[in-house]
C-alpha cells in the first residue's frame, strides 16, 4: 500500500466503523453482555476471520441478531448469562465441524446445490429483510426523544436529508470523496441533528476517557447447549448468502477461493473466541457489504482498519458514548440506501446469470423463497426453530433438488 493513500485507507475504515457500530452494540444493549467486550471481539474477530481467508474477502464481523432469543431464555433460564456465551462457544466450533466437511466437497457441487436461482433470492432477502429496521430507524419508532420534538414528519425529514447527502456525494462528486457517502451523511445528519436541538450529550459527559471491556468466561450446561447450538444451522446458512452477496459485489467467486470452507471456519472461530471472552456470537456484516457495493471500495484492508477502529472504541468509552448519541433516523435515512443495494445485488446475481424466469422449475423456486422469507413463516422441530432467511434457504435449496433431479443425476 503506498503511503499517499494511508490516510484515506484509514478514513475508509472509519467509515465502515459507523456503519457497523449501531446494529454491533444493539445485541448487548438488548441481552447485557458488555459492550466493551462486543467490540472488542467484533475487531479480534474479523481478524481472525481475515487472517484464515488469506485476506481476501472483504468482511467485518459484528453481532449476530440470531442469537439473541436464546441468549435471553438462557439468561432467564439459569440467571447467569455466562452459560449462554458457553452455548456460543459450542456453537462457533459447530461452525469448524462443517467447515472440515465442506472441505471435502467439490466446488462443482456446492454451486449445484446453490444455483443462481437459490443464491440470488437469498441475497434479496437479506436486504429486504432488513428493511423493517431501516424503517424503523428512519421514522424515529426506536428515537422517541426525536418524534417528542419534531414528531413523525420530522424524524423522516432528518432520514431524508441523510440520504440525499449520501446520493448527491455518490452522483456529484469523483475520485476519494466519492468513496465517502456514508460518513460523509451520518456527519451531516447529526450535525442537523445537532442544530434541531435532538441530540443528548449526557452520556458523552458521563462516560470515562478509559476503561478495560469486563471479559468473563464462559460456563457449560448441557440444557443452554441444546438451546443455543441448533441456532448455529440457521446463521450458517445465512453465511452463505452473506458469502454469495459480498462475492457479487466485488465480482470474485469467494466459495471457490479462498473457499467456503475457510469462510465458515472464520466465521465460527471468531463466535468461539468472542463467547470465551464474554461476547456475543459474531456473524459477516450485510450493513457493510451494502456499503462496499455503494462506494465500489473493494479493499479487505479497509475492513481490518475499521476493526482496529472498533478495537480503540471498546477501550475508550467517551468515543463509544459519541456515535451513541447519533439519532435513529439519520442511522434510518444511510440504511435506506445500503439494505436496498444489497437487494439490488441479489436482482444482478439472478440477470448476470440468465436465469430464466419462464422454467417453471425456476419461478417455483424464487416465489417460494421470497414468500417464506419475507412473510414470517416458521417451522418449528425440537430445538430446532426455522424461520426468515434460514427457513427459506432450506426449502429453496431442497425444492430446487427435487425440481431438478434430473440435473443432479448427471452431475
Do not use: C
Request: net charge neutral; hydrophobic share 55%; aromatic share 10%.
Amino acid at each position: 500500500m503506498k503511503s499517499e493513500i494511508d490516510g484515506k485507507i484509514i478514513v475508509l475504515g472509519l467509515q465502515h466503523t459507523f456503519v457497523m457500530f449501531g446494529a454491533t452494540v444493539l445485541v448487548p444493549l438488548i441481552t447485557g453482555l458488555d459492550v466493551g467486550v462486543t467490540l472488542f471481539a467484533a475487531a479480534i474477530g474479523t481478524w481472525l476471520f481475515h487472517i484464515l481467508t488469506k485476506f481476501k474477502v472483504p468482511v467485518f464481523l459484528g453481532s449476530s441478531f440470531a442469537f439473541i432469543p436464546p441468549i435471553l431464555a438462557v439468561t432467564q433460564q439459569t440467571g447467569d448469562i455466562r452459560f449462554a456465551t458457553g452455548g456460543i462457544f459450542v456453537a462457533g466450533l459447530m461452525y469448524v465441524v462443517v467447515a472440515v466437511i465442506f472441505k471435502f466437497v467439490k466446488y462443482e457441487t456446492l454451486h449445484k446445490i446453490l444455483p443462481p436461482q437459490v443464491t440470488g433470492p437469498m441475497i434479496i432477502l437479506i436486504g429486504m429483510m432488513l428493511a423493517d429496521v431501516a424503517i424503523s430507524n428512519a421514522n424515529g419508532t426506536n428515537s422517541p426523544a426525536v418524534v417528542e420534538k419534531l414528531g413523525v414528519n420530522g424524524a423522516w425529514g432528518i432520514a431524508l436529508f441523510t440520504f440525499a447527502v449520501a446520493v448527491f456525494i455518490k452522483r456529484v462528486f469523483k475520485g476519494f470523496v466519492s468513496a465517502l457517502p456514508v460518513l460523509i451523511a451520518l456527519i451531516s445528519g447529526y450535525v442537523l441533528s445537532i442544530i434541531l436541538g435532538v441530540v443528548d450529550f449526557t452520556s458523552i459527559k458521563e462516560a470515562a476517557w478509559f476503561g478495560l471491556p469486563h471479559f468473563q468466561f464462559p460456563k457449560f450446561a448441557a440444557g443452554p447447549i441444546a438451546m443455543i447450538v441448533p441456532i448455529a444451522f440457521v446463521t450458517m446458512v445465512e453465511h452463505f448468502g452473506d458469502v454469495l452477496a459480498i462475492g457479487n459485489v466485488v465480482e470474485k467467486d469467494f466459495i471457490k477461493d479462498p473457499g467456503i470452507h475457510r469462510t465458515l471456519m472464520g466465521d465460527g472461530l471468531a463466535t468461539s473466541l468472542s463467547a470465551f471472552i464474554g461476547g456475543p456470537a459474531n456473524t459477516t456484516y450485510s450493513e457493510n457489504t451494502g456499503a462496499v457495493a455503494l462506494t465500489g471500495v473493494f479493499n479487505p484492508v479497509v475492513m481490518r482498519i475499521a476493526a482496529i477502529f472498533a478495537l480503540i472504541l471498546s477501550i475508550i468509552p467517551k468515543f463509544t458514548a459519541l456515535i451513541g448519541t447519533i439519532p435513529g433516523p439519520v442511522i434510518g435515512g444511510i440504511s435506506i440506501l445500503l439494505f436496498g443495494m444489497i437487494s439490488s445485488i441479489g436482482i444482478k446475481n439472478m440477470v448476470d446469470a440468465k436465469v430464466d424466469l419462464t422454467i417453471p422449475s425456476n419461478l417455483m423456486v424464487t416465489a417460494v423463497m421470497l414468500v417464506l422469507g419475507l412473510g414470517g413463516a416458521a417451522f418449528e422441530l425440537g430445538a430446532i426453530n426455522l424461520s426468515g432467511l434460514g427457513l427459506a434457504a432450506v426449502v429453496g435449496i431442497l425444492l430446487n433438488v427435487i425440481l431438478n433431479f434430473q440435473d443432479f443425476k448427471k452431475a
